[in-house]
C-alpha cells in the first residue's frame, strides 16, 4: 500500500476550508437594513430601539472610531425554508483573524430584550429551530465601531485611543445581512473533520493511529459531494464513526475545559466600552449554556458582574440564574483581576474583601481560586493573603510569557515570604484563549510538567477582550475530543472540580519559593507615572481615612462612612486593574483615571478633615502646633495614632563650601559639588561616607527605550548600552534650608529640592519635571559604597531580596525590578535606604571600580513610550524620593512610612492613639470598622522584619471581646487580653512577616 499521507492532508485541508465550512450557511436570502448613527457616547436601548433609522445595505461604511451605530434588519423567513433551522448572518465588516479589538455588536429583539453578541466568529443570530416559512424577522444590533489599535503591524503610535483624536473616518464596511439555513449535519462533519486533520497533524508520522485517520478522512471525503454537500454531509460523517470513536489511552492527558473570555476591564477602549464588552459576551455565554447542558463558564471580577447588573440588568438575571445552576461559575474572588505588585498590602487584601462580598452578597457563595492569569508578575507576599483571605488554590498561565527562563512546574505549590503555602496551577496549554485546536491540546499535554505521576491541566476555553467567548465551534470540539484515541482528553468542569483533582494527584507537589517574577513588561512599574501616584497617595490616604473615622465613631460616635469608604475603595481597586496601574492603556483611560484619582483624593480628605474635626482636631489651622501622625511609627516625637506637640525639629542646615553646598545635621552631612551632585554623604554616628571617593550620585541618566514590542509594557536590556548623563545644571542655588537644581536636557527640564527631614537623618529629594521626551527611560543614579550580593525590597507586608549579580539566566532576567515604598543596599553593619512616595521600578547593578565592587543603585523616574498613548507621560510629573545612610530593613520601613504618611500640621485637641504595638517590628496597617457594620473594630498588623516578635497590642476603649479574624474579617478563636486603665491589652506572637488581623467587639 503506498502511503499518500500528505496528498490526504492537503486534501483535507483544502476541502474543509474551501468548500465544507462555507456549506455550513446556505440558501442566502438579503434583508433590509437600516441605521442610525449615534454620534458620541452609547444611548439607552429604548432611545436606540426608538431612533430614527436611515436604509443602508452592505458595501457601506459606517462607524467612525468610538461611535455607536444602531442597525435594524427585518424580513421574513422565506417560504421554501419550512422545516429548517434558519438563521440571521450580519457581517459588519470582521476581520476573522482578529477575534476581539474591532466592532462588535449586542442584538436585540424589537422589545428590547438581548439575544446575544455578534463578533467576528459568531456573525450569527438564531431565527427558528425548525421554520414554518414566513415568519417575520425584526433585530435590533447596538454596534460599536471600536477602532484596531492592535493591528497586523502592532504597537505603532495611534491618534485612535481618544474619541477627540480619532478622525472622523468611517472604519468598516457592511458586509452582508441575510437570512440562511443553517445546516446542521453539515457543522457536524466539518468538526469531525477539522479535530481528525488536527490531531493528525499532530501524530507522528509513523504512527498507525495517523494513518488510520487518514484513510478515513480520504473515504470520507469521497463520500461527500461537493456539489450537493449538505445533501451527502451525512454519508461522509458515516465513514469517520469508527475512527472518531476509538477511545483514549488509559494514561491520556486530561483538559478540564472552562468557558471564559478574558476581558480586560479597560485597555485599548475606554471603561465604559468594557461594560458593553462584558454585557454582549454575557448574553452570548448564558444562551450557550442553556443549548449544551454540559458546558460550564467561568468569569471574574466582580466589577464586571456589577456592570451587568447596572447596565443590563436582563442580562444579569440569566447570570443570576445560571449561576445559581452551578453552571456559570464566579471566579478569582477579587474586584477586578489587579495587578499584583504594585498594589499595596491593604489594597490587595480589599480586592478580596470587596471581591468575595459582592459574590457571597449577589449570589450566597465565595470563590475557592484566586484567578489572575494575565498580571504581569506575582508578589511574593501573595501565598499568605491568598490563605489568609480563604482560598485554596491559586491560577495564571502567565509566566508563560518568560522571555528566558521556562517555568518548571505546571501544578506546585508556591511558597510566599513567610512559608505560606498555597496549590498553585499554570494551564500547559499556554493560554488564556483556548480555542481547542488540535495544536492547542497537544501542547497542553507536550508542556505538563507533572506527567511522571499527574494527568491533569485546565484550559480557559473562549475569546476574550470582545471577542465573544466561548464558541458552538469549541463546544463541537470538546464533544469530539472527550475521548479520542491519540488525543488529550477535554471535559467542561469547573475549576474547583479542577483543582480537587490536581491536588489529589499531587500529595507532594514541588515548591516554588518567592515571587513569580514575569520576565517581561517590566516598564510597568514605571510607566504612566500619574497611575502609580494616584494609587499610593489613595492607598496612603484610604489608611488614614479609617484610622481617623475609625477613633471619631468609637470615641464620639461620629458616623462611619461605610457607603462613602466602600465607593472610594472601589474606584482605587478599579484602577488596579491590570492594564490601568500598570500604565498599558489608550489615553482615553489615563486621563479619566487622573480626574477619578483626583475625585478620590478629595472624598478622602474630607472624611480626615471631618473625623479629626469631630475628635477636636483642625486641620489647615493656621498656625498650626500640632502634628497628626496616622503612620504606625512615631515621627517628630509623636506617637504612632496620636495627634500631639511634636518635639523641636534637630537642627538642619544648608550652606554654601567652597564650589558646592553642604546639607548637615548631628545625623548626616551631605556635600554637592557645583553641578547639584552629591559627592559625599556621610552616616556621623558610624562615619561612613556612602558614595565612593570621586563619585557623584544624584546623576540623572537618560537612556534611549525602544523595546521590541510591547512598548508601554517592556523595557529591553539593550536600554542600558544606550546612555546620556545629564552632567550639568542651569542653576544650584540655596533656598532656606534647602538646596535647588534646575537642569534641563532636550526639550525638557527638571527642578530638584535637596533637604534633610525634619529629624535630619533623611535626605530628601523633591523632584518636578517637565518630561518632553520621545521613547527615552530617565533614571536618577546614585553610585554606593556598598559591597551588597543582594537588593533587598519592599513587597506586601515584608520585604524580599534579588541578588545584584547575574549568576543565572534567572538572575539575569531580573534587569528591572519593583518595590513598594523603598529598597536597600547593605553590607553587615551599614546599608543605604531609598524611599519614594510614587515610584516603584528600581535597579541595583553591581560594577566594579577601583578595584572594588561598587553598588549602582538607580530610580527608574519616567519613561516616554508612543503605544498605545503616544503622549505617554508628557507634562509636569512629580515624586519624592527620600536616602537614609545607615539603614537597615527596620530603618527602611520606618523610611518608607515617614515618606508615605507623612504627619499632617494641625490645632486643636491632643489624642491619644487609639491601637498601639509595643514592638517597632510590629506595625499596624489597618484600622477600621468592620465590613459587616458590626460596629466591631479590625485592627490589622504584620511583622515587618522577617523575624519573630511579640508585642503587646494595647486598645484603648472598653472592649467586650477580642478574637482572631481573617482578612476577609471572619471572626476565629478569641484571643487572651487583659484589662488596662481604658481598654485592653493584647499579647500577640507574630511569624516572620505574619499579617494578623483582630476583631474587637466593644462593650
Ligand atoms: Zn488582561
Not at 769 to 783: G, H, I
Request: with cysteine; net charge negative; aromatic share 8%.
Amino acid at each position: 500500500m503506498h502511503n499518500n499521507q500528505d496528498l490526504t492532508l492537503a486534501r483535507a485541508v483544502r476541502v474543509l476550508e474551501e468548500r465544507l465550512r462555507p456549506a455550513i450557511h446556505s440558501r442566502p436570502h438579503p434583508l433590509m437594513i437600516a441605521a442610525h448613527r449615534v454620534g458620541g457616547e452609547p444611548i439607552a436601548v429604548a432611545d436606540g430601539l426608538a431612533a430614527e433609522y436611515a436604509p443602508t445595505q452592505p458595501g457601506e461604511p459606517w462607524g467612525r472610531a468610538w461611535d455607536t451605530t444602531w442597525f435594524r434588519v427585518t424580513g421574513q423567513v422565506p417560504a421554501e425554508f419550512a422545516g429548517e433551522r434558519v438563521e440571521v448572518l450580519l457581517d459588519l465588516g470582521f476581520d476573522i483573524n482578529m477575534t476581539g479589538f474591532q466592532a462588535e455588536g449586542l442584538v436585540y429583539r424589537a422589545d428590547g430584550s438581548p439575544v446575544r453578541s455578534l463578533h467576528p466568529r459568531a456573525q450569527w443570530i438564531p431565527v427558528v429551530g425548525e421554520a414554518t416559512g414566513g415568519e417575520p424577522i425584526e433585530f435590533y444590533v447596538e454596534a460599536a465601531s471600536n477602532p484596531v489599535l492592535l493591528d497586523y503591524v502592532p504597537f505603532q503610535p495611534t491618534e485612535k485611543g481618544e474619541w477627540a483624536t480619532a478622525g472622523e473616518e468611517l472604519l468598516y464596511r457592511l458586509r452582508r445581512a441575510d437570512v440562511v439555513v443553517f445546516e446542521t449535519e453539515v457543522f457536524e462533519l466539518v468538526h469531525d473533520v477539522e479535530v481528525l486533520l488536527q490531531l493528525a497533524q499532530q501524530l507522528d508520522a509513523s504512527s498507525a493511529r495517523r494513518a488510520r485517520i487518514l484513510f478515513a478522512l480520504d473515504r470520507a471525503l469521497d463520500a461527500v459531494d461537493l456539489q450537493n454537500i449538505a445533501g451527502t454531509a451525512a454519508a461522509g460523517r458515516a465513514e469517520l464513526v469508527e475512527v472518531l470513536s476509538s477511545p483514549a489511552a488509559p494514561s491520556a492527558h486530561r483538559i478540564t475545559a472552562v468557558g471564559h473570555a478574558h476581558i480586560d476591564s479597560a485597555w485599548l477602549w475606554p471603561l465604559r466600552e468594557t461594560v458593553r464588552k462584558v454585557a454582549r459576551t454575557t448574553s452570548s455565554m448564558v444562551t450557550l449554556l442553556d443549548e449544551h447542558d454540559d458546558f460550564i463558564y467561568a468569569m471574574s471580577s466582580a466589577q464586571q458582574y456589577a456592570w451587568i447588573k447596572e447596565h443590563r440588568p436582563e442580562v444579569y438575571a440569566r447570570v443570576k440564574q445560571a449561576v445559581a445552576d452551578g453552571r456559570f461559575v464566579p471566579v478569582g474572588g477579587m474586584w477586578v483581576e489587579a495587578d499584583a505588585v504594585l498594589p499595596g498590602g491593604e489594597a490587595m487584601i480589599r480586592q478580596f474583601l470587596y471581591g468575595q462580598r459582592f459574590f457571597r452578597d449577589e449570589f450566597g457563595i465565595e470563590c475557592r481560586g484566586a484567578w489572575l492569569p494575565d498580571s504581569f508578575g506575582y508578589s511574593a507576599a501573595l501565598p499568605q493573603l491568598l490563605v489568609g483571605a480563604g482560598f485554596e488554590w491559586f491560577l495564571t498561565q502567565k509566566i508563560s510569557w518568560n522571555e528566558r527562563n521556562i517555568f518548571p512546574h505546571s501544578s506546585f505549590h508556591w511558597e510566599g515570604i513567610d512559608g505560606s503555602r498555597i496549590f498553585t496551577h499554570f494551564p500547559s496549554m499556554d493560554t488564556y484563549n483556548s480555542q481547542l485546536s488540535g495544536d492547542e491540546v497537544a501542547r497542553a499535554d507536550r508542556n505538563f510538567k507533572e506527567k511522571s505521576i499527574g494527568s491533569s491541566s485546565l484550559a480557559p476555553t473562549g475569546w476574550g477582550d470582545g471577542g465573544g467567548g466561548t464558541t458552538r465551534e469549541m463546544i463541537a470540539r470538546a464533544k469530539r475530543l472527550a475521548d479520542l484515541e491519540g488525543s488529550a482528553k477535554v471535559t467542561w468542569e469547573t475549576p474547583d472540580a479542577f483543582f480537587e483533582r490536581a491536588r489529589a494527584e499531587l500529595p507532594e507537589p514541588a515548591v516554588w519559593k518567592g515571587e513569580l517574577y514575569l520576565e517581561r513588561h517590566r516598564a510597568t512599574y514605571t510607566t504612566q507615572h500619574k497611575m502609580k501616584q494616584g494609587n499610593r497617595r489613595s492607598e496612603q490616604l484610604l489608611f488614614e481615612a479609617e484610622l481617623w473615622a475609625s477613633v471619631a465613631a468609637v470615641r464620639t460616635g461620629h458616623p462611619y462612612p461605610y457607603e462613602t469608604l466602600d465607593r472610594a475603595w472601589h474606584e482605587v481597586l478599579l484602577l488596579q486593574f491590570h492594564d490601568i496601574l500598570p500604565g498599558t492603556s489608550i489615553a482615553w483611560v489615563h486621563r479619566e483615571a487622573v480626574v477619578r484619582y483626583a475625585l478620590v483624593a478629595q472624598t478622602l480628605n474630607q472624611i480626615i478633615a471631618d473625623s479629626l474635626a469631630a475628635l477636636g482636631v483642625e486641620l489647615d489651622a493656621a498656625e498650626p502646633n500640632l502634628l497628626v501622625n496616622a503612620a504606625p511609627i512615631a515621627q517628630s516625637g509623636v506617637a504612632a495614632g496620636a495627634v500631639s506637640l511634636p518635639v523641636t525639629p534637630a537642627g538642619t542646615t544648608a550652606s554654601v563650601a567652597g564650589d558646592g553646598f553642604v546639607l548637615a545635621s548631628d545625623a548626616v552631612r551631605i556635600e554637592l559639588d557645583a553641578a547639584g551632585h552629591v559627592v559625599s554623604a556621610v552616616d556621623l554616628a558610624s562615619g561612613r561616607d556612602a558614595i565612593p571617593a570621586g563619585e557623584r550620585g544624584n546623576l540623572l541618566q537618560l537612556h534611549q527605550d525602544f523595546p521590541n514590542l510591547w512598548d508601554a509594557w517592556d523595557v529591553d536590556n539593550s536600554y542600558r548600552t544606550m546612555r546620556r548623563d545629564i552632567e550639568t545644571a542651569d542653576e544650584v542655588r540655596l533656598d532656606g534650608d534647602a538646596i535647588v537644581v534646575r537642569r534641563s536636557f532636550g526639550a525638557s527640564s527638571i527642578e530638584q529640592r535637596l533637604s534633610l527631614s525634619a529629624d535630619g537623618r533623611a535626605l530628601l529629594i523633591d523632584n518636578t519635571v517637565d518630561w518632553q521626551e520621545t521613547e527615552k527611560f530617565l533614571k536618577l543614579a546614585f553610585p554606593i559604597d556598598v559591597f551588597a550580593d543582594t537588593a533587598i525590597a519592599e513587597t506586601q507586608f515584608g520585604f524580599q531580596s534579588r541578588a545584584t549579580h547575574d549568576n543565572t539566566s534567572w538572575e539575569n532576567a531580573r534587569f528591572e525590578t519593583h518595590a513598594q515604598r523603598w529598597f536597600l543596599v547593605q553590607e553587615p553593619g551599614f546599608g543605604v535606604a531609598f524611599a519614594n512616595d510614587s515610584t516603584y521600578g528600581f535597579d541595583v547593578v553591581r560594577s566594579q571600580r577601583g578595584g572594588t565592587v561598587v553598588s549602582d543603585v538607580r530610580f527608574s523616574m519616567l519613561r516616554a513610550p508612543r503605544f498605545p498613548d503616544p503622549r505617554t507621560d508628557l507634562g509636569v510629573q512629580q515624586m519624592r524620593f527620600a536616602l537614609a545612610f545607615g539603614a537597615d530593613p527596620a530603618r527602611a520601613t520606618e523610611l518608607g512610612w515617614a515618606v508615605n504618611v507623612p504627619a499632617r500640621p494641625a490645632r486643636g485637641a491632643e489624642l491619644a492613639p487609639l491601637v498601639t504595638s509595643s514592638d517597632p517590628r510590629v506595625l499596624i496597617s489597618a484600622v477600621k470598622l468592620a465590613d459587616d457594620r458590626s460596629g466591631d473594630l479590625i485592627v490589622r498588623v504584620y511583622e515587618a522584619s522577617g523575624g519573630r516578635a511579640s508585642t503587646e497590642l494595647t486598645v484603648d476603649l472598653p472592649v467586650a471581646s477580642v478574637r482572631a479574624a481573617d482578612l476577609l474579617e471572619r471572626p476565629g478563636d478569641p484571643v487572651a487580653h487583659s484589662a488596662t486603665d481604658d481598654g485592653v491589652s493584647v499579647g500577640l506572637t507574630l511569624r516572620p512577616f505574619q499579617v494578623q488581623t483582630l476583631r474587637i467587639t466593644r462593650a
